[in-house]
């Protein structure tokens, strides 16, 4: 079971799977009928032949000169991705961005529901914020457990984000989103993406100087 | 000059420029001393080869056997990517994650000044967020031409994305860090980078799923 996981894991590079999720999101704006390969191409911003390639990682689809069923595909898709049901996320780490996230509405329209949302802060701890009330880190394992979660979202500032992994993957986390502008370290198993908006504005300054 | 610019652009592949920038804040951490391309390679989770590789790119740094002075390494870095000065930044879009955005202690930190900040929405156009006087879309080209910015912050809704794209790049905006999740279509000469915030979340979903 591990094995084939980390087999269909390797098999498709990571920035095909980030191609994949911008096609999800052009087929559910997708009405009936069929759409063509250079349709979501062109939506997407690759081309065509990128987007057949793209989708033959899981399988065939669609018919040659007929094109793709939107909603046939997307289901498909969304299936093959895990992302089927409704999956539940703890946000760590209610500063400003944290609280931007909680009710991020692009979270909730694409099937994740935020569950708990913590921090260490005692001014924060026991408020509610957008709706949560915010827990101290010492109750992560139990919620964590409770309800299950695979999925967390670090937001907290970066000499304490490494100490919150380790937490959270000691509670039974697998997948991590950061917004600290940090290397996460993590066992294997444990997958980690990174988003640093710092550093996205600092590669355009590159491209913009004199 | 523009020639010149399009050149020294291809260059430095984007998965270079991403690692080089994570280098800038190994460095700024580094106290007095020197640091080897191992170092910076642990810290970034990448090898050491890698380091000195991507460093190449911008010349001769550093001696065999003693490593870098990190000061001048990051100044020298800085300097190249053009991240030597301030630059200032508009943001468009004062909803939570753009509120979120305004005040993210990341950006001032890296020289990066938010100078104003637009919504078409009456109920927050003319009032203040977090110290800005939040203004219409109609002040985009008098506000970018007297500050002269180069760089903007898209943190408005996927429908209103592209119009507003188009609004700040008649305005001379040369730069976007776009959070819509829409393909943006620019002209050639601007440089769009894309942060969509579901997509990383639903690409940790297809490596958790059973």
Redesign the interface.
């Known amino acids: 079971m591990a094995d084939n996981r980390a087999r269909s894991?390797a098999q498709?590079p990571?920035p095909t799977?980030?191609r994949l999720?911008?096609y999800?999101?052009i087929l559910e704006r997708t009405d009936d009928g069929t759409i063509s390969s250079a349709e979501i191409a062109e939506?997407?911003?690759v081309n065509a032949a990128q987007v057949r390639k793209d989708l033959s990682f899981f399988g065939e689809f669609g018919q040659p000169g007929v094109g793709y069923h939107p909603k046939d595909l997307l289901a498909s898709l969304k299936l093959m991705?895990?992302?089927d049901e409704e999956?539940e996320?703890v946000v760590v780490g209610a500063g400003?961005?944290g609280?931007?996230?909680i009710?991020?509405p692009?979270?909730e329209?694409?099937g994740?529901r935020v569950v708990a949302v913590f921090d260490n802060n005692p001014a924060k701890v026991g408020h509610r914020l957008r709706g949560y009330e915010v827990m101290a880190f010492d109750r992560l394992g139990e919620i964590i457990a409770d309800h299950d979660v695979?999925?967390a979202?670090i937001s907290v500032p970066r000499v304490s984000a490494q100490e919150v992994a380790v937490a959270l993957i000691e509670a039974g986390i697998?997948?991590?989103?950061n917004f600290a502008?940090v290397?996460l370290?993590v066992p294997e198993g444990v997958?980690v993406?990174s988003?640093?908006?710092?550093?996205?504005?600092?590669?355009?300054?590159?491209?913009?100087?004199?």
């Not at 550093?199 to 100087?209: D, P, S």
């Open positions: 894991r498709i990571d799977l980030l999720c911008r999800l999101r939506a997407a911003g991705m895990g992302l999956l996320v400003a961005l609280s931007a996230l009710n991020y692009g979270f329209n694409r994740f695979s999925l979202i697998k997948g991590i989103l502008p290397n370290k997958v993406r988003v640093d908006l710092t550093l996205q504005l600092e590669t355009l300054a590159y491209y913009l100087r004199d």
